[in-house]
């Protein structure tokens, strides 16, 4: 078994571990998803390991898979508690920061 394939193995095993998950049904998720992104709408990379590699969203607290995302969607959530309220926010602040520069 080669390192990539090894890689491969380990990650389909936590994903099936961690949510439940099988790689089949990742891969039908990805496909009903048309392999993009739901919130910047980028091509995913199915096992890529750059910004756009395809990564599992769930509900932190109850577990349940939402949908995949790429890495960069998936770790701005986080990175905001997956808190609407901050979110909403932080997208006024940049708009209300491009209109000043628009003028």
Known sequence: M???EARDHRKAY????HY???RRERDRMMASQRGRCPICTHELEPD???KRSAATDHNHATLAIRE??????????GMFNE???ALRAAANYIERHAAKSEK
């Open 20 to 22: 439940g998950l099988s």
């Open 14 to 17: 936590m994903i099936r571990y």
């Open 48 to 50: 890529g390991k750059g």
């Open 68 to 77: 995949i995302l790429c890495r960069s969607c998936n770790t701005g959530l």
């Open 2 to 4: 080669g390192a990539d």
């Open 83 to 85: 808190d609407p309220a």
